[in-house]
């Protein structure tokens, strides 16, 4: 790949490999140059950053701002969300982003995360339960999906009625089908009404979840005319709505593809996956691994410049999109030796995958929980779990915003074949 930074003139270059073979096309990117002119999948422009030092610079420069109202008119095309869904912590800079955060990061802390780990413990083993008999499943569909989409609507207090739309308007929204648009514009509208009729039927009758909190810091009335006048502590109704929305999202989506792609690492890795069922206290160390090796985020969310700076010695200018690449960083030689083989005894310290500074990912320490659960639960329950296809047959899905399979079959001996031998 050539790299159109340094020669200007070219044109921005495909992104279709970072598509079919991400990071082959990430090494071929790395070698080329640190930063490069590309086309999106939406077919705006944007400026691709591709190595460890200056993606985590630029992760933690406050002159990169995630609101688009910086972004350069008709530049950029990206995800569009109507206002109530799209005043959320990914399009926020400090002091807005401060505020919102400091609201909502108390459900996260690590003290009350832990306490989760007992009912997530509880609903791993109740789809294992629910799986073992057939002797094989589809991983994704059974089990990855099914547990961060009952933890999260469980913290929010959200209807076990409602959860498989859910699923439906996530799929939509986060691989759209280019032959089918309304399918997607379908689900945001589904998405809002969801969303407003859940926060009034909280409103009406509040819960022990994390929903009706946000709700009461949103309808509590201003200590003084001066906190009112300066917002305080509180949230506009958009930013309730954008919250919930935010959360159980992103809770599900990056959740279910850690779990997925981390079975697969270690179905091909059969000497790990020995060594962490018999030594499962390796597990939290190994999640850092398989983070890095192939995390659920390619990149970052979309920045913009507030003022023209340089980047890995490259001139960007205000306004222009700025793409930072975690699956390129977290594979840079220069920061992991031998980056493309997964360690899980390596020092994984300092990767990318839940992000770096004020941004860093607001649930990581959940993710890493349900992550580290569902493998214990799974590799203690199927310890001859392998796949039910030819590698080959494995597809992920073709975007730049999530890595994670479509789809992967597993079999395992059932008891019935158990009893059988026996």
């Known amino acids: 790949m050539q790299n159109t930074a340094e020669t200007g003139p070219d044109a921005p270059l495909d992104v279709t490999p970072l598509l079919d073979d991400p990071y082959a096309a990430c090494a071929a990117l790395r070698e080329a140059g640190p930063v490069h002119r590309i086309t999106g999948t939406d077919g705006s422009p944007a400026w691709l950053v591709t190595r460890y030092d200056d993606v985590r610079r630029a992760l933690a420069d406050p002159r990169l701002s995630l609101d688009k109202r910086h972004a350069t008119p008709g530049g950029y095309r990206g995800f569009a969300l109507p206002p109530a869904l799209d005043a959320n912590l990914l399009n926020m800079d400090p002091p807005d982003h401060t505020r919102v955060r400091r609201l909502v990061v108390k459900a ?3 003290g009350r995360v832990e306490k989760l ?13 629910a799986m073992a008999a057939a002797g094989r499943a589809d991983l994704i569909t059974d089990y990855a ?8 609507c469980d913290l929010l207090g959200i209807p076990e009625a409602d959860r498989r739309d859910f699923l439906a308007w996530s799929d939509a929204l986060i691989t759209p089908d280019p032959g089918r648009p309304h399918l997607m514009k379908e689900a945001i509208g589904a998405m809002l009404e969801f969303y407003t009729g859940l926060i009034a039927a909280k409103r009406a009758q509040p819960g022990d979840d994390l929903l009706s909190d946000l709700i009461a810091v949103r309808d509590e009335p201003a200590a003084d005319a001066g906190e009112r006048a300066e917002g305080g502590d509180r949230l506009t109704e958009d930013e309730l709505t954008s919250l919930a929305f935010l959360i159980l999202f992103a809770g599900y989506e990056n959740t279910v593809h850690l779990i997925g792609n981390s079975v697969l690492t270690l179905l091909d890795h059969p000497e790990r996956l020995d060594r962490l069922r018999r030594n499962p206290a390796e597990l939290p160390a190994a999640v850092e691994e398989f983070l890095r090796f192939d995390g659920p985020s390619p990149l970052s969310i979309r920045r913009f410049p507030t003022e023209d700076l340089e980047i890995g010695g490259v001139r960007v200018p205000a306004g222009d999109s700025v793409l930072l690449s975690i699956a390129s960083a977290n594979r840079d030689p220069g920061r992991f030796p031998d ?12 990767h990318l995958a839940m992000g770096h500074g004020i941004h ?16 214990d639960a799974l590799l203690g329950r199927f310890p001859d779990l392998r796949l039910d296809v030819p590698r080959g047959a494995l597809r992920h899905r073709r975007s730049l915003r999530s890595r994670g399979l479509i789809s992967l079959p597993v079999t395992w001996k059932s008891a019935n074949e158990q009893a059988f031998e026996a």
Not at 117 to 129: H, I, N, Q, Y
Not at 145 to 152: D, S
């Open 360 to 375: 860093h990912c607001l649930g990581a320490s959940l993710a890493r929980l349900e992550a580290v659960t569902a493998l």
């Open 145 to 152: 999906g099914p547990l961060p989409i009952t933890v999260i």
């Open 108 to 110: 996260f802390t690590p």
């Open 339 to 350: 980056p493309d083989v997964p360690d899980p005894g390596r020092n994984t310290s300092g």
């Open 117 to 129: 780990r007992g009912p997530v413990r509880r609903t791993a083993d109740e789809l294992l339960d």
